[in-house]
Structure formats: structure tokens, C-alpha cells
């Protein structure tokens, strides 16, 4: 089923503000909360569907490139599916997005997620990694996968990513019994308030390590490395910044992981050049063949193509050849190969040839007549208005 427009599904217009978006997001994250909504699978959906808007929307970046190419662009650049097609959790939302609520203990008051009480303990978040791929036209022109063996922080496999060693290292914090978070109430002139913030103790977790892990001597994560395999959309372009959902570097304690950012760049083609969808070829004719015609080979992006050349063709003529430039990365159509014609004027003559100009010069028909002199100075005058 087709997604529904980020900007649709927060009910706002594409020039709110930050501010805006967040407060939407809020509104619908309460409405469609699960703890509000048991057993009602569409209003979870509704809920993820929101949560994957306002991770795009919220994000200056990614918001950017939605804009500029709508779902396409983000194919594994934003979202909760990236590449890989794996949804997040309700946790990985929570843990991702639940500050915007006031606090760790749950949405506008209702109970964290899976029916917790209250308690939304703390996850990390690992930080993004970023690396740079360079295309040809042919990759760009078909969609490719490539595969990056990535140096980064990886779940240590000796404690499971939970930091402690042993069954027995890890215990509830005594401090939030749990929760995470602490409450004090204090007298104020305005009567008895009460505020709630991160448990000191443990951070926010819930849980303390009384045994750390000999192998990451708690912290759950290891430098490692892993091989990862990107999906390339085709269209993209210079510049263009993709990224993986979950590919990062693990976060502390099975917290949740960062993002792989994918930045894009072009390599130049020896006979073509890009501008946005279409592709451009500068085609050198000889006199002879603009004067009667004939029939040339141009390049495409994986073959050649034989294009007839019209007796008389001019200078400056453009020939269009339909769906042989690049497709749109929002999947609308494909761009087209523009050949661009000039006529080649040697610069040396031997005595035979110089002859056969000086005679064909004498013609009427070698000369141009006022028609096409206009036809020059309004080219001419268009280059510069």
C-alpha cells in the first residue's frame, strides 16, 4: 500500500515550523497511543505511521530531501523501514522521541509502552557513521548495491550487549526501583509541585551493573567492524545523502544503534554530461555530412544508438532522443539524451581542397541568405536575455 504524504499524515502544511510538527506529532502520538487504544491494530499503526513522519519532518536533513524527491528519496534514507524493511519497535520510538512528552514516564500521562505503569527506562542511542560512494552513470542510471566493511561499535558478544558479567551482575536501581526516574516534591509559594527527573544513579536505565563485563568492562559495546550491503535507488544524484536505519554504531546496553549515512558522488562519463534527469552529448558533424545528411552513432549511457542526420542540419540544432536519459529518483518517467550539434571546420587545407571551397564559395547556395541570418542573430540574442 502506497504511504500516505508525511505532511498529511501530522496535519500540517509543508512551511510549518519545527515547533508545529512537534506539536502534531504530540497530539497524534496521544491520540493513536496504544495504552489508549489496546488491542486496536490500526490505531498502532496509526501511532508508527505518525512516529516515522515526524522522524523525517523533525530532521532538517532528511526533511529536505522529502521534500525535494517525495518517497523515493527515502528509500533507505529516513523512516523506520530503511534498507533493511524492518520497522521499529515501540520501544525504539519511546526511546527515540519520548522527551518531546515531558518527561520518561509515558504520553500526556497515559502509561509507557506495553502497558509498563509508567516506567520508560532509558536507552542510548548509538551515534550515525558516515561514508561516501561514487557512481557511474550506469549505476545511477540502474540502481545498485554496494557493500562497505565498516569499523565501528558492535554489541559485545560476551555480555550480549548488557554490560554485565554473568546472569547476577545487573540488578533494579534501588534509587527509581526501576523506573528510571525520581520524583521530589517540594513547597513553593504556588502550594506543594512536584518535578520529575533522570534517576541519578543509574542514568535514566532503571537497572545498575554490580558486576561490569571483563570484555567491555561494562559499557555493552566493542569496536568491531561489519559488512554492510546498500541498496542504491536508481536517480540519485551528486550530493545526495541516503542513509540506513540501524547501521550506526551500537548504542550502550542494547540501546538503540545509528544510523549509516550514505553521501553520493558522481564520477564524470567520458562522452556524456548530467544535467538533472536528461544527458547531453556534443556531437561533432563534418561539413559533408551536415550538408547532405547521413546517418552518426551516439553514445548512450550502456550501448549506441544510430541517429539519421537531416540534409542541411545546422549548427546549434538540438536532436532529442526520448527515454534515454536517467530515470527520476521518484520514479515520474525518465529524462531524455540531448545531442547537441556543431559542424567541424578544419583548420588546415591542402591546395585540392582550398580549391573546391574557393569554387563552392561562388555559389548562392554556400552563401547565407538574410532568412537564416535571422535565424543566428535570434539564437545569438536568446543566450543573452
Known amino acids: 500500500m502506497a504511504k500516505r504524504d508525511y505532511y498529511e499524515v501530522l496535519g500540517v502544511e509543508k512551511t510549518a515550523s519545527v515547533e508545529e510538527i512537534k506539536n502534531a506529532y504530540r497530539k497524534k502520538a496521544i491520540q493513536y497511543h496504544p495504552d489508549k487504544n489496546p488491542g486496536d491494530k490500526e490505531a498502532e499503526e496509526k501511532f508508527k505511521e505518525a512516529a516515522e ?42 526511546s527515540m522521541f519520548g522527551d518531546i512528552f515531558g518527561g520518561r514516564g509515558g504520553f500526556g500521562g497515559f502509561g509507557g509502552f506495553g502497558g509498563g505503569g509508567g516506567q520508560s527506562q532509558r536507552r542510548y542511542r548509538g551515534s550515525d557513521l558516515r561514508v ?101 535507488p536508481a536517480g540519485v544524484a551528486e550530493g545526495m545523502q541516503l542513509s540506513m536505519s540501524g547501521k550506526g554504531n551500537a548504542g550502550r546496553h542494547n540501546g538503540v544503534s545509528g544510523d549509516l549515512l550514505i553521501q553520493v558522488e558522481e564520477e564524470d562519463h567520458p562522452d556524456l554530461i548530467r544535467q538533472e534527469d536528461d544527458l547531453i552529448y556534443n556531437l561533432l558533424l563534418s561539413f559533408p555530412t551536415a550538408a547532405l545528411g547521413g546517418t552518426v552513432e551516439i553514445p548512450t549511457i550502456d550501448s549506441k544508438v544510430k541517429v539519421k542526420i537531416e540534409p542541411g ?57 538574410m532568412s537564416v541570418k535571422e535565424k543566428i542573430f535570434k539564437k545569438f540574442r536568446n543566450l543573452f536575455d
Open 132 to 232: 561516501k560512494v561514487k557512481l557511474n552513470l550506469k549505476e545511477i542510471a540502474e540502481g545498485t548495491t554496494k557493500k562497505f566493511k565498516l569499523k565501528k561499535y558492535v554489541p559485545c558478544s560476551h555480555c550480549h550487549g548488557g554490560g554485565a558479567e554473568g546472569t547476577g551482575g545487573m540488578e533494579t536501581c534501588p534509587t527509581c526501583k526501576g523506573s528510571g526516574t525520581v520524583i521530589r516534591t517540594q513547597q513553593s509559594i504556588f502550594g506543594m509541585m512536584q518535578t520529575q527527573s533522570v534517576c541519578p544513579q543509574c542514568n535514566g536505565e532503571g537497572k545498575i551493573i554490580r558486576n561490569k563485563c571483563k570484555e567491555c568492562n561494562g559499557e555493552g559495546v566493542v569496536y568491531g567492524e561489519e559488512v554492510v550491503e546498500v541498496k542504491i
Open 313 to 369: 542540419t545546422q549548427p546549434g540544432k538540438v536532436l532529442r532522443l526520448r527515454g534515454k536519459g536517467l530515470p527520476s529518483v521518484n520514479g515520474y518517467g525518465r529524462g531524455d539524451l540531448l545531442v547537441n550539434v556543431s559542424v567541424y571546420v578544419p583548420e588546415t587545407l591542402s591546395k585540392e581542397e582550398k580549391h573546391t571551397l574557393e569554387k563552392m564559395d561562388t555559389s548562392e547556395n554556400f552563401r547565407p541568405n
Open 53 to 94: 513522519a515526524y522522524e523525517v519532518l523533525s530532521n532538517a536533513d532528511k526533511r529536505a530531501r522529502y521534500d525535494q524527491f517525495g518517497h523515493a528519496g527515502m528509500e533507505g534514507a529516513g523512516g523506520f523501514g530503511g534498507f533493511s524493511g524492518q520497522g521499529m519497535s515501540m520501544d525504539d520510538i519511546f
